[in-house]
C-alpha cells in the first residue's frame, strides 16, 4: 500500500506524465523480443505443425541477425527431428552447435559495451551447459533413428565428454538441479547397444540417484529391448519485464512517475529534493528492465505406452527439463540484474547531460533509447517441459508404437497422431522418440 501522502502532484506536472507514460507503451509496444518473435513457430512446434513451424523458422532464420540466426537454426533442428527429417536436423544442430563451440566464453569488448548500454541482447547467443549436453541427445536420436549406428556411438562419446566438462565438477546441490538424467540414460543405452556394460551402469548409477524409479533395474546388453522416450509439456520461456517511470521537477522538488509490471494506474511520488540528480524541465525517462521465466500452462501430466496395439505401461519421469532451466536461470539472475540496473542509471544519467552538451534533439533521443529498454529473451524454446521413458522386452522383428496422454485426473486425452516403428534386432535396442505434437483419437475412445 502506498501512502496516500505521497501519491500526489500538481495538474500539470500529472498530465505531462500521463502524456509520457503513454508514449512510453508506444514506443515499447514495438519493441519485439525473441520470445515474441517465436511464439508463432513456437504454437505450430507444440500442436505438431511442422510445417508450419519450419517456415515460420525459415523466414525468421532469414531475417535475422547474426546475434539471433544460431538459436534459430537450434530450434529448426529440433522441429526437423520431430518431423522424421533426421539429415536436416544433423546438419541444423551441427551448424548451431559449432558456432556455440567457437564462441564459448568468450565476447568482444564492442559486444560488451553494447550489451550494457543499448541492449543485452546485442551479443550473440551462449547457449546454458544444459542446453549443450541437451544438443548432444537430440544429435544421438538424430543418427540412431536415422539408421547411423555409427554417428550415434560417436555422439554418446561427446554427450559423456559434456558431461563431465559442465556438470561433473560441480558442487553436490548444483550438480543434481543441472545434471541431465535423459543424456545420462541415452548414453547408457548406447553403451549397452555395444555391449559395453561396466560403462552403461555408471550412468545408469548416476541416473538412479536422480531419477529411482526410471533406472532400469538391470544392465543386460543381451536382451532384446525397446526404449520408448516422449516429451511432455512445453518448457518454460523468458519474458521481459520493466519497471519504467520519470523523473520531473515541480517547483524546486523532485516527482517520480513509476509504471510498474500488471499495476495499471502509474504510482506518483514526492521525493523531496533529490540532492545530487537534476533533470531539465522536460524530466527524464527510465526503464528497469530484467528477464522473468515463465512456466507453460500443462494439459498432459502423464502418458502410457502402446506397443502393437496393447497398452504395455507408463512411461516415468526420467528428465524435468524446466527444473533444470529455472536452476540455470537463478543461478544467472543476479549477474543479469546488476547489468540492467547499471544499464538503466547510464541511460537515465545520460539525460542529464545530452541536453547541455549536445542539444535538445539528442536529449530526445536519449529518451528515446531509455524508453524502449527490453531485457534479453533468448532460450531454446522448443524444448519440452519434462521427457518420461519406458522401456521394455520384446520380441526380433518391427513394433508399432505409439503414445496415449492423460491428465492430471488421469482422464484420457487422446493418443500421440504419429506411430513410430521401431525395428529391433535378436538381442539389440531398439528406440523411440515422441516430441510433445499432436493429439487424436483413436482405438479405444
Known amino acids: 500500500m502506498v501512502p496516500a501522502a505521497i501519491m500526489h502532484a500538481t495538474r500539470p506536472v500529472l498530465r505531462t506524465n500521463r502524456c509520457v507514460l503513454a508514449a512510453l507503451l508506444i514506443l515499447s509496444a514495438g519493441c519485439a523480443t525473441y520470445t515474441s518473435k517465436m511464439q508463432v513457430s513456437r504454437d505450430c512446434f507444440f500442436d505438431g505443425r511442422y510445417g508450419e513451424a519450419l517456415s515460420g523458422l525459415d523466414e525468421l532464420i532469414g531475417k535475422a541477425k547474426g546475434n539471433d540466426r544460431f538459436l534459430y537454426i537450434l530450434e529448426r533442428g529440433r522441429v526437423n527431428l520431430a518431423s522424421g527429417r533426421y539429415d536436416s536436423a544433423i546438419v541444423d544442430l551441427r551448424t548451431a552447435e559449432e558456432r556455440f563451440a567457437d564462441i564459448e566464453g568468450t565476447i568482444s569488448i564492442p559486444e560488451m559495451i553494447s550489451s550494457i548500454l543499448l541492449h543485452p541482447g546485442k551479443g550473440e547467443y551462449q547457449p546454458e551447459n544444459h542446453e549443450k549436453i541437451l544438443i548432444s541427445s537430440y544429435l544421438l536420436l ?31 546441490q548444483e550438480r543434481d538441479e543441472l545434471d541431465i538424467p535423459f543424456a545420462r540414460y541415452l548414453a547408457g543405452l548406447l553403451y549397452e547397444a555395444q555391449g559395453m556394460a561396466d560403462d552403461a551402469r555408471i550412468e545408469y548409477r548416476r541416473v538412479a540417484q ?42 524546486g522538488l523532485l516527482q517520480g512517475v513509476f509504471l510498474l509490471p500488471d499495476i495499471g494506474d502509474p504510482l506518483v511520488f514526492n521525493m523531496g529534493m533529490g540532492h545530487g ?18 512456466r507453460q500452462e500443462r494439459i ?53 547531460k545530452l541536453k547541455d552538451e549536445a542539444g535538445g534533439a539528442v536529449d530526445l533521443l536519449g529518451k528515446f533509447f531509455s524508453a524502449i529498454d527490453r531485457a534479453d529473451t533468448r532460450s531454446w524454446q522448443t524444448l519440452p517441459a519434462e521427457v518420461h521413458v519406458f522401456r521394455m522386452e520384446t520380441t526380433p522383428g518391427e ?44 482405438g479405444r475412445d
Open 142 to 172: 538424430a543418427y540412431w533413428m536415422g539408421g547411423d549406428r555409427e554417428g550415434a556411438f560417436v555422439e554418446r562419446n561427446r554427450i559423456v565428454r559434456k558431461l563431465g566438462t559442465y556438470v561433473n565438477l560441480l558442487s553436490e
Open 210 to 251: 536422480l531419477r529411482p524409479e526410471a533406472a532400469p533395474p538391470a544392465v543386460l546388453p543381451r536382451v532384446t529391448e525397446i526404449a520408448v522416450f516422449a516429451d511432455v509439456g512445453r518448457g518454460p520461456v523468458k519474458v521481459s519485464r520493466e519497471i519504467r517511470g520519470y523523473f520531473q521537477r515541480d517547483g
Open 277 to 294: 540528480f537534476s533533470p531539465d524541465r522536460l524530466g527524464v525517462l527510465f526503464t528497469f528492465s530484467f528477464p522473468q521465466l515463465v
Open 300 to 352: 498432459v501430466n502423464s502418458c502410457r505406452i502402446v506397443v502393437d496395439g496393447i497398452e504395455a505401461g507408463e512411461a516415468v519421469l526420467l528428465d524435468d527439463i524446466a527444473q533444470t532451466t529455472d536452476a540455470a536461470f537463478r543461478k544467472r539472475l543476479p549477474v543479469i540484474l546488476v547489468k540492467s540496473a547499471v544499464r538503466a542509471y547510464i541511460k537515465t544519467l545520460a539525460q542529464t
Open 399 to 442: 513394433h508399432e508404437v505409439y503414445v496415449r496422454y492423460y491428465d492430471d485426473q488421469d482422464r484420457y486425452i487422446g493418443s500421440s497422431e504419429n506411430i513410430g516403428r521401431v525395428t529391433v534386432d535378436e538381442g539389440g535396442k531398439g528406440v523411440a522418440y515422441f516430441p510433445h505434437g499432436s493429439i487424436t483419437r483413436r
